[in-house]
């Protein structure tokens, strides 16, 4: 199947600085991706949908200013958590789709001190 | 707004038998419905998908059944392993479109 590959997979970070993560569809062209947010034994929650050449689309409640999601090629796009704080310490997962399945990166885990 | 309700948070099965894991939605029946498997500290990884005009769906030991009358899925792991505990997901899609969103999940326990 398709591979999606995420990097860092954990990062630690001080607060107040910006943290950037990658999410690469390394054998498919992907024209839209998701990023997910996961807390411990909790489901999935959609942030944004990524539209390579277009800008981001934000789920209710997801800071556009907090999250800033780039789609600059057909195989990358990037999270930034911006300015983060200890509540933003989270799993933090892309997905990309291909032929009507969803495929994951390995997901980056953040601890913001 | 469309909920799904995975109504086990963990469950055990000896190994050998079979477990089966149930997925509930609310509103309206998705065009499709997908279980994912997810093993701690990764990302999900893609099991099955069953579209809403089918009743039954097939894949080596697993088995996903979509029933749009109860509105439930059943997903089926036959002749469990040690190897198959993980934590199962089911997702639809919310709105018939291609924003997918996911319940708790039920974390799976193949005891030996």
């Known amino acids: 199947g398709a591979v999606v590959s995420q990097h860092p997979s954990r990062v630690i970070c001080k607060s107040g600085t910006s943290v950037k993560i990658e999410c690469r569809s390394l054998?498919?062209?992907?024209?839209?991706m998701f990023w997910y947010r996961q807390f411990p034994k909790k489901s999935l929650m959609l942030m944004a949908t990524?539209?390579?050449?277009?800008?981001?689309?934000?789920e209710q409640g997801v800071e556009k200013d907090k999250f800033l999601i780039n789609h600059a090629s057909l195989t990358l796009s990037t999270l930034t958590v911006t300015s983060a704080h200890p509540e933003d310490s989270s799993f933090y997962i892309c997905?990309?789709?291909?032929?009507?399945?969803?495929?994951f990166g390995e997901g980056s885990r953040l601890t913001v001190l | 707004s469309q909920k799904i309700e995975q109504n086990s948070e963990a469950l055990n099965i000896q190994e050998g038998k079979t477990a089966t894991l149930t997925c509930n939605y609310t509103?309206?029946?998705?065009?499709?419905l997908q279980w994912y498997r997810q093993d701690p500290g990764r990302g999900p990884v893609f099991l099955l998908l069953?579209?809403?005009?089918?009743k039954e769906k097939r894949k080596e030991r697993l088995k996903v059944t979509f029933d749009t009358t109860l509105k439930q899925s059943l997903f089926h792991i036959t002749a469990s392993q040690p190897a198959d505990s993980a934590t199962y997901l089911c997702?639809?899609?919310?709105?018939?479109?291609?924003?997918?969103?996911f319940g708790k999940g039920t974390r799976l326990h193949i005891l030996p």
């Open positions: 997905s990309a789709s291909q032929w009507g399945e969803l495929f």
């Open positions: 997702a639809l899609d919310e709105n018939r479109d291609d924003k997918i969103i």
């Open positions: 509103n309206y029946s998705p065009a499709y």
């Open positions: 990524s539209n390579e050449g277009s800008k981001a689309t934000y």
């Open positions: 054998d498919f062209q992907a024209t839209t």
């Open positions: 069953i579209r809403e005009n089918e």
